[in-house]
């Protein structure tokens, strides 16, 4: 059965250092997301991608935050500046087609990767 | 943002027991979905709702989306070990999904 994988599994970096999550989506998916859960707390949207572009992005994605989609297969988070309260797991999730009301109705299934246990230091 | 109210917080349950928890916004969702997620791992989708009053089974899941749009409710019947973990609910909107503090089910022999 497809599946979103992300690498690495586990970052560890330093305060101030940059970073990139990379995750690979479901090969026929169109969108793909990411999300953090502070440990112990709710997964957070972060971010929406769909035809190379932003579709949406939370208050969370803030000017250290950057999306990129490389290549035909990769998908990847960049944190510019890592500060301390970045420190989280980060999940990469994929969705097909858009279904239901146009417009309106417009998350679908999301399916996500097993995610990048980020330590800042 | 929105914000979901996920209920109980944790359930302690003996094995075959029925389960069920649920989830309210102040906030119409278009789409309502259930996740579970295991230690250290990704939350993996159970069961995703799109019509108001639906009610989709899978399996020994069972969830509804409901009428007003602004909640949902997933059961879980004749508990299993496997079970344990900690369920969210998640409403699918204008912000991407919001999801819910998590339901920790935990089992007891």
């Known amino acids: 059965e497809p599946e979103v994988t992300q690498t690495p599994s586990h970052q560890v970096t330093q305060m101030g250092q940059e970073v990139i999550l990379r995750c690979v989506p479901i090969?026929?998916?169109?969108?793909f997301y990411w999300y953090r859960q502070i440990l112990g707390q709710k997964v957070e949207f972060l971010v929406s991608?769909?035809?190379?572009?932003?579709?949406?992005k939370s208050e969370i994605f803030d000017d250290q935050f950057s999306v990129e989609r490389p290549d035909g297969s990769n998908f990847t988070l960049k944190i510019r500046s890592t500060k301390l309260e970045d420190s989280a797991m980060y999940f990469c999730a994929s969705s097909d087609t858009r279904k239901g009301r146009p417009a309106v109705d417009y998350y679908y299934e999301q399916y996500f990767g097993p995610g990048t246990r980020l330590t800042v230091t | 943002g929105q914000q979901l109210n996920q209920s109980p917080q944790s359930m302690f349950i003996q094995e075959g027991e029925d389960v069920s928890m649920n989830c309210t916004s102040s906030s119409i969702f278009n789409t309502w979905l259930w996740y579970k997620q295991d230690p250290g791992e990704g939350p993996v989708l159970l069961i995703a709702?799109?019509?108001?009053?639906e009610l989709t089974s899978n399996g020994r899941l069972t969830a509804q989306f409901g009428i007003t749009r602004k909640d949902s409710f997933l059961n879980i019947s004749a508990s299993i070990p496997s079970d344990v973990g900690i369920y969210f609910c998640a409403g699918g909107g204008a912000d991407g999904l919001t999801f819910g503090k998590g339901t920790h089910l935990i089992i007891q022999p």
């Open positions: 991608f769909y035809n190379n572009e932003i579709s949406e």
């Open positions: 709702l799109y019509k108001a009053g």
């Open positions: 090969s026929n998916h169109l969108y």
